[in-house]
Nanobody, 116 residues
């Protein structure tokens, strides 16, 4: 019932930056948590970053200091600013809407490729 549309993925050189956006069809103001996950070929889907309605954030160790998650409640949008990108960051990135038993949804994903 909630649609999530990711954008901002693409091809970037190592050391470059990208900003991913996830626009939700409904309000995210009181949603328990919004997050970004990624999945590379042969790997399990892993949590990259999450942000709660209270503003608390959590990051995978591999991206701490390089990635920043934020939200704009007025636009029903969550962002992932990715700096100092590495080839290991190459994956499909998925937006996740987590409101517990009230509803959990996934976006379709956006490809991020870091290569020279």
């Amino acid at each position: 019932q909630v649609q999530l549309v990711e954008s901002g993925g693409g091809l970037v050189q190592p050391g470059g930056s990208l900003r991913l956006s996830c626009a939700a069809s409904e309000s995210i103001f009181k949603v328990y948590a919004m997050g970004w996950y990624r999945q590379a070929p042969g790997n399990q889907r892993e949590l990259v970053a999450a942000i709660t309605s209270a503003g608390s954030t959590n990051y995978a160790d591999s991206v701490k200091g390089r990635f920043t998650i934020s939200r704009d409640n007025a636009k029903n949008t969550v962002y992932l600013q990715m700096n100092s990108l590495k080839p290991e960051d190459t994956a499909v990135y998925y937006c996740h809407y987590n409101n517990g038993r009230a509803g959990q949804y996934w976006g379709q994903g956006t490809q991020v490729t870091v290569s020279s």
